[in-house]
């Protein structure tokens, strides 16, 4: 089972280029920042932003909060300079776009071999070529620094010409592949963006649904968009009561060895019991963060 080293229920898009957001983004509730030097950058202030990202990462004041940069792709003329610099900085994650295959988490990779052993790379998943890629593109953490998946339904919607609609039905399958391909290999697996931050009621089905598919969080556009999400990913209070119980029972003397025993009138097996750890420790990082 993947061991969860930190919460990542939310992690808000900032352009890098946008300093008083950068400033607020140090007291937002937030369990991640993506600093952005892609899609939300003009191309003439590109390499204001990536310098920007640096200061940023440099000055620090961000607190418990997990801190990304994404860089523009490799075939643009940013994004060897925009990786170069990054990896110098040592942002606890460094987010790549249209990744296609698996070579291209090794060139990634090879490119970050001057970067802070902690400094993880992170794959955004936004492609058609991708999709039947997905399984070794994961495969390739066993070998490279790939840590999580990023999901890029807007790119995927613009590739594919799918409408990306309230229920996402044409994108189903490829967000349950990669969460699959994620899991396989032991990756953390982030939810796409919910682009109407006016209607939260929209937004937390879509969250919602997300946390049916297994993935650990959600990426954002919107401070607005924070509290709900946290709330959806956290594990609730019955979630962690029951959790609780089944690793003291597990714990008992009598149960020592046992496959599967009754808990409060419920069978729970081993599976159940790699269950509730994990989900404990959720709640205990959360908890730590608050």
Known sequence: MQVIDRPRRSLLYLPASNARALEKARTLPVDGVILDLEDAVAPES?????DAAVAA???GG???RELVIRVNGLDTEWGEEDLAAAAAAGPDAILVPKINRASDVATCDARLSSAAPGVALWAMIETCACVGELPAIAASAASTRLAAFVMGTNDLAKESRA???PGRAPF???LSLAVIAARTHGLSVIDGVCNEFRDLDV????????LEFGFDG???IHPDQITPCNRIFSPGADELAWSEQVIAAFALPE???????RVDGKMAELLHLDQARRLVAIGKAIEAQA
């Open 46 to 50: 590109k390499v204001a932003a990536r």
């Open 57 to 59: 990462v440099q000055a």
């Open 62 to 64: 961000f607190g418990s």
């Open 163 to 165: 409408r990306l609609l």
């Open 172 to 174: 189903l399958p490829i």
């Open 203 to 210: 937004f937390q089905a879509e969250a919602a649904q997300g």
């Open 218 to 220: 959600k990426t954002l």
């Open 255 to 261: 149960n020592a060895g046992k496959g599967a025993i």
